[in-house]
């Protein structure tokens, strides 16, 4: 049987209805940027609306012990396909990463009903792959995969608005977080799984290519380094009585630019959070906090630059009587994908006659935690000169609708190849 051809224009404008309905503003917390998270009413007002386009598909809809939303054609207990992605958003987001994965995923679900092809598929949204509500990435996933202990979704993960724990949430939400280990068997009848997303980067668009096939993520470290000094008044003290937090904190900065361009094999860093205490224009810093987010594709070099950068604050710390401190949020491993379903994701794009790039994705994603388990791959759609997490972000419809129509390809060859073994 040949791939399936769906509607590419009609796919393109329910694509395009769908980003735009969610991009309003009983989706989002912030007139400026997208900003939904766990466990807020515009987030659960998102997973409603999902919930309702999947049922009037005649999908069974259920949400987790936590919150990952699955819609699914098949009863349990039968092997499905999945697909999926996220549906919060970064704190200062764009209406198309992670939602456009949902979207698609969705549309992937209306082209097999319309095209009467009856693919057992089973969709997943994960919760809080943005860490918005919690500081934490990809947490639904990990919760999933396992990644987690209890004490941390009892103590230690907690809301960013009011530091509160995880666990306290997800149960004034109406979920029940006792029964997080039960979260792992949303991927029990799993036999593959594929998630589009935007590319978050500019190659795609800089080389003119509409698809990008991803054979392995980027892993990554989060973490934190305080720095302790002494806040004392910003004109009565002598300069070499001070112990000035933020200038430790700014030579660490720099040292992790040079350590993550020094470490090479695709190694980056940055420090996108920096908070100082008390803050005030007239006191000086007497404790800053700088966040580390270091990836790569090269797990060993990842983590030697964090060691090294760990170091090198503590040392810089203690020349000028002060002292640093190191704190893991989390690390999730450089993560390869499957070479069959990349290898099917390949053969359906180039049946559309577009060209693509095989890729590595920089940008984490929750096919990192369904990896471990489930043969996984990613299809990359271009955004607008690469941006993201921000609400300048976008990105073509068309492409998406482009992107089913292989991804759909993809599904329906891995179907027909284990028919016939
Ligand atoms: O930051 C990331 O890699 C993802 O977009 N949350
Ligand atoms: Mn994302
Ligand atoms: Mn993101």
Redesign the pocket.
């Known amino acids: 049987m040949s791939t399936p051809t769906i509607d590419r224009e009609r796919s393109g404008e329910r694509i395009r209805r769908d980003v735009q309905t969610l991009a309003g503003p009983e989706y989002t917390l912030s007139s400026e940027a997208i900003r939904r998270y766990a466990y807020t009413d515009v987030y659960r007002a998102t997973l409603d609306y999902f919930t309702r386009a999947w049922q009037e598909l005649g999908f069974t809809v259920t949400e987790d012990p936590i919150g990952n939303l699955v819609a699914r054609n098949r009863p349990p207990g039968e092997p499905v396909f999945g697909v999926g992605s996220h549906c919060d958003s970064?704190r200062n987001g764009g209406k198309w990463?992670g939602t456009l994965g949902v979207v698609s995923a969705l549309e992937v679900c209306r082209c097999n009903a319309e095209l009467g092809l009856d693919l057992p598929l089973q969709a997943i949204s994960f919760l809080e792959?943005?860490?918005s509500g919690f500081g934490q990435?990809?947490l639904g996933s990990r919760i999933v995969a396992g990644r987690v202990s209890e004490q941390e979704l009892r103590e230690r993960i907690r809301a960013i608005d009011d530091g509160r724990p995880f666990w306290e949430h997800a149960e004034e939400a109406g979920y029940n977080p006792e029964r997080w280990q039960q979260c792992a068997h949303i991927l029990d009848d799993l036999t593959g799984w594929i998630e589009l997303h935007i590319e978050?980067a500019r190659v795609l668009q800089d080389t003119g290519r509409r698809l990008g096939v991803v054979n392995a993520i980027a892993g990554?470290v989060h973490g934190d380094i305080t720095i302790t000094g002494r806040a004392d008044h910003a004109g009565a003290t002598p300069m070499d009585m001070r112990r000035d937090s933020a200038v430790v904190a700014g030579e660490a900065i720099i040292e992790l630019e040079r350590l993550a361009r020094a470490a090479r094999s695709g190694t980056v860093g940055t420090v996108g959070e920096i908070e100082v205490s008390p803050g005030l224009i007239n006191a000086i810093p007497g404790r800053t906090r700088i966040s580390l987010d270091v990836r790569g594709p090269d797990d060993d070099a990842v983590h030697q630059v964090v060691r090294d950068v760990d170091q090198f604050a503590q040392r810089a710390a203690a020349e000028r009587q002060m002292t640093a401190t190191y704190g893991q949020r989390q690390t999730v491993p450089a993560t390869p994908l499957d070479d069959r379903l990349v290898a099917a994701l390949e053969a359906a794009a180039a049946e559309t006659g577009e060209q693509f790039t095989t890729m590595i994705s920089g940008?984490?994603?929750d096919t990192m935690c369904v990896a471990e388990r489930v043969p996984s791959a990613m299809l990359f759609v271009p955004c607008r000169d690469g941006l993201?997490?921000t609400p300048e972000e976008d990105a073509d419809p068309a492409d998406a609708a482009l992107g089913v129509q292989v991804m759909l390809g993809a599904i329906h060859s891995m179907a027909r190849r284990s028919a016939k073994s």
């Open positions: 970064n990463d792959e943005e860490g990435m990809v978050q990554y940008a984490a994603h993201s997490h």
